[in-house]
Each structure stands twice: as structure tokens, then as C-alpha cells.
């Protein structure tokens, strides 16, 4: 008879129990504290996991902008570069080299005339804060050497931006000022921007991409008006535009619309690879038009990693892979695999928002067809809303989001769909019956009373 050798070692015993039935898990684990003893790493990685099924599938999230699908080879590109540091320039030289690629591809895309001057970050919402200070420095100089007084710097944008505007101008002291939506108008005109601005405005900021529609507000328009008003009153106030959402679309869906820097007063521009620059969260990029748009003052110099590195960020470490996913799509897709995609996306999110105009009880605010996101409201209900139907379309795993509009608009409630990579016509078509289906299961139910009939929530101004 053969006979096992002893082990004394009872951790080891584990390897040998099914993983549901190891002690671990027949127990609560610490939840806000550090557990006293160590557990296998199989246990560990089956508890987290069991737990993470409770999220809500990724694909079928409607209500976010960010990437939720990659290729294989971009995902195992990904996975072996997670160790590196991006900030670590000078032992991964090659990391760094593609992130100076990824700048000098998105100022050409953005048709800069000077070579790349940008940097990466964690987001938009990074990217914001880095142009805002940028041009607040610039507003200051400006001002210093007029004579002027320079404490009471604002910024002038739609109330319909997203939340990080108002961090930023909360943080760095802007006094935000605000271009109020109208019934019907939700995005900022011309007209409203040179009512508010003067010569403290460090910068006009329309958007490429609402949160609210997907609309495009009119970059060109308030180019326009800007020119003409600066001629007329001497003063120098330039655009930023974020492009958090649009930046890579309009290059390649609109390609002679000019919002970017073809126009003379933009400045910088902030853009979202993690949205539709299709890759996986987070990193963002922001451009300026010259050397001369970002002060050097901003920019710090450190060589306790090895080598010069000058570096313009708020965050410090940050792993380089975001920087590699990028890469690799610019390379595998170029412009003829982004227009691919894009256009893709656009007719899936033009398809689904006129079948959904033809369902009857819903009217469109936007179509999908200049970033392909839309949003629509209920014409008119007594007894179920948009809350409603979010909550029965999420019994089916979808997630689309409803939301109040932002004030003066705040009575008229929407959904919205955002199309990303991987959402198929197929899956388009199921969202659209489960749609119908969630519409007649209210409308069968006319004694029902809607906990959401009194919604006052907030604005939704996050993606």
C-alpha cells in the first residue's frame, strides 16, 4: 500500500478541500478591517469574485461614456505593462517615448500648428484642471502687465457642464459664470457669451459633446464673436473647448467642422481617451495650440528617478498601461479603422433613436448623429415617468440612466444612450423590445402610482 506523506502544515490542506468548502467560506469575512490571519489565494480571489457578480454588467451600461470592450491583443498589451510607472521616464524610456507619440498624434488630429505640446492624465477631469490653470496663469500675466488688478478671475461656460468645471473653479478660486439652459436651447450661444464675459474671463469654454444630449455646442459661432468682441474692446479672451466626449469622434465623422485649432482663439482642448478614444479607464489628454499657451512656470522639473523629467500633472505614479492601450489603437485603427468604428456607432445610435421616436410616447432631444449618444423624454404620462422605465429596464440588465435637466429645464426629465464599442444592432434591437415591453406593462397599469412622480432630483452632470 502506498502511503501519502504527512503534511504538518495546515494551510497546505487547503489546496485539497473544494474552494466551497474551505472555512473561509462558511464565514463573513472583515469587511472594513484588516483580517488577522492570511487566506489562500484562490479563497481570496473567490470571495472578491462572488462578490463582484453583484455589479451590473458593464456591456449593457448605457449610461456611461467610458470604453467597456477592447481587443484581445490590447488587453494582454495592457496587462503586462500595469507594473510600469509612466512617471519613471527614465527607466522606461520606451513607455514614455509612446506617450510623446500619443501627444503629437492628438495636437495633429486636432490640427495644431505648433509639434505635440500636451501631457496625459487620469481623465478629462484632470485634463480640465491642468488647461484651467493654464489659462488662469496666462489671464494673470495678461493682466500684470496691463497694470491691472488680477484677484478676480472668472470663467464663463453652459450650465451644462460636467461637474469637474465646477471643482475646478471652486478649487483655483474662478468665479464661474454660468450661461443658464432655456426650454428647447440646451447649449450656450454666442449671444449669451458676450453678455457675461469681460476682461476677467480667462476663457470661454463651449463643448464638444454635452453631457446631457450628446449635442455639440457651437465652437465656431463664439469663435466668431469672440474675434469681433476682442478687436472691438482690446481684450484677449481665448476657448477652450472640452472635447471630453467628441474629440474623437468629429475627426473623423465631421471632419470639416471647425471647433478645434483651425481657429485662431482656441487655445487647449481636453479629450477622453478612455471614451471614445476607446480605451479602458483612465486616461485623458490635454493639447494647447503652442509652447507659448502653457506657462513654464507650471512645470516642474524632478531628477530623483533618474534623468530630467519635466512634468505637468496632479497626480504622481500612475501605471504607463492606459498610455499603451492608447497607443495600440492609434496604430492598429488609424483613421480609416476610427471612422470605421465611429460611423459604426453613429448608425446603431441613429437606428435605435428612430425606432424608439416611432414607439409614440417619446420625443428625441438629440438624434445620435454627431457623437452617438441621444437622449428623449416622455411627451406626456399621468402616471409613470422616465424614472419608471429606468427601473424596469434595469430588471433586464440595462442600465440607462434618467435624469432631471439642469435648471430653468429642470421639470423636463430624459433618458440617454450612450452607443460604445461592442453595443451590436442585435443588442440594440433587444434594448428596443424591452423598451416596448417596459412602455405597455405602464400602460396596462393605469392605477399605478409612481414613486418617482415627484421627482426632484438632482441634475446628472457626471458620465
Known amino acids: 500500500m502506498l502511503h501519502s506523506k504527512k503534511n504538518d502544515d495546515p494551510s497546505s490542506q487547503s ?3 473544494p474552494l466551497y468548502g474551505r472555512n473561509a467560506m462558511e464565514k463573513s469575512v472583515p469587511k472594513f478591517e484588516l483580517p488577522e490571519d492570511s487566506m489562500d489565494a484562490d479563497t481570496a480571489y473567490g470571495l472578491i469574485h ?3 457578480m453583484l455589479d451590473g454588467n458593464a456591456r449593457l451600461n448605457l449610461a456611461t461614456f467610458v470604453t467597456t470592450w477592447m481587443e484581445p491583443q490590447a488587453e494582454k498589451l495592457m496587462t503586462e505593462t500595469f507594473d510600469k510607472n509612466l512617471i519613471d521616464k527614465d527607466e522606461y524610456p520606451f513607455t514614455a517615448a509612446l506617450e510623446e507619440r500619443c501627444v503629437n498624434i492628438v495636437s495633429r488630429l486636432f490640427n495644431a500648428p505648433d509639434t505635440g505640446v500636451g501631457a496625459s492624465a487620469i481623465g478629462s477631469s484632470e485634463a480640465v484642471m491642468l488647461a484651467g490653470m493654464a489659462l488662469k496663469w496666462r489671464w494673470r500675466k495678461r493682466m500684470e502687465a496691463l497694470g491691472k488688478p488680477a484677484d478676480k478671475p472668472n470663467i464663463v461656460m453652459g450650465n451644462n457642464v460636467q461637474v469637474v468645471w465646477e471643482k475646478f473653479a471652486r478649487y483655483w478660486e474662478v468665479e ?31 463643448i464638444l459633446g454635452v453631457t446631457y444630449t450628446g449635442a455639440f455646442e457651437p465652437v465656431e459661432a463664439i469663435h466668431e464673436a469672440l474675434v469681433e468682441y476682442n ?8 476657448i477652450h473647448v472640452d472635447a471630453a466626449s467628441g474629440g474623437f469622434v468629429a475627426p473623423f465623422l465631421h471632419p470639416d467642422l471647425k471647433w478645434d485649432f483651425r481657429l485662431p482663439l482656441v487655445k487647449s482642448i481636453n479629450v477622453s481617451g478612455h471614451k471614445y478614444g476607446l480605451v479602458y479607464p483612465g486616461v485623458g489628454w490635454v493639447v494647447w495650440r503652442s509652447h507659448e499657451e502653457l506657462p513654464e512656470e507650471l512645470i516642474f522639473h524632478v531628477n530623483y528617478l533618474g534623468g530630467d523629467m519635466p512634468t505637468f500633472t496632479l497626480n504622481f505614479s500612475r501605471p504607463g498601461n492606459q498610455i499603451v492601450g492608447q497607443y495600440y489603437n492609434f496604430l492598429r485603427l488609424g483613421r480609416e ?26 420625443e428625441l432631444l438629440s438624434r445620435g448623429d454627431t457623437i452617438p449618444v441621444f437622449a428623449f423624454s416622455l411627451k406626456k404620462s399621468d402616471h409613470y415617468t422616465v424614472f419608471d422605465l429606468s427601473d424596469k429596464l434595469r430588471e433586464h440588465g440595462w442600465q440607462v440612466p434618467a435624469y432631471t435637466m439642469p435648471p430653468k429645464v429642470q421639470d423636463l426629465a430624459v433618458l440617454r444612450v450612450c452607443v460604445r464599442e461592442g453595443f451590436s444592432r442585435d443588442l440594440a434591437d433587444m434594448l428596443l423590445a424591452d423598451l416596448k415591453a417596459a412602455v405597455e406593462h405602464f400602460d396596462k397599469m393605469k392605477g399605478f402610482e409612481s414613486p ?8 446628472h452632470k457626471n458620465c
Do not use: C, W
Not at 464661474?176 to 474671463?201: A, C, F, H, W
Not at 478687436?231 to 481665448?238: D, K, L, M, S
Not at 418617482?452 to 441634475?459: F, S
Open 15 to 17: 489546496n485539497f478541500l
Open 50 to 52: 462572488d462578490e463582484l
Open 176 to 206: 464661474p459664470r454660468y450661461i443658464e439652459m432655456e426650454p428647447g436651447q440646451y447649449e450656450i450661444s454666442p449671444e449669451k457669451v458676450l453678455e457675461v464675459i469681460d476682461e476677467n474671463t480667462i476663457a470661454v469654454v463651449p
Open 231 to 238: 478687436a472691438r474692446t482690446g481684450n484677449e479672451i481665448p
Open 337 to 362: 479603422g476610427y471612422t470605421n468604428i465611429m460611423s459604426a456607432m453613429r448608425d446603431t445610435a441613429v437606428y435605435l433613436s428612430g425606432e424608439i421616436e416611432k414607439l409614440g410616447p417619446f
Open 452 to 459: 418617482h412622480a415627484h421627482h426632484k432630483g438632482k441634475t
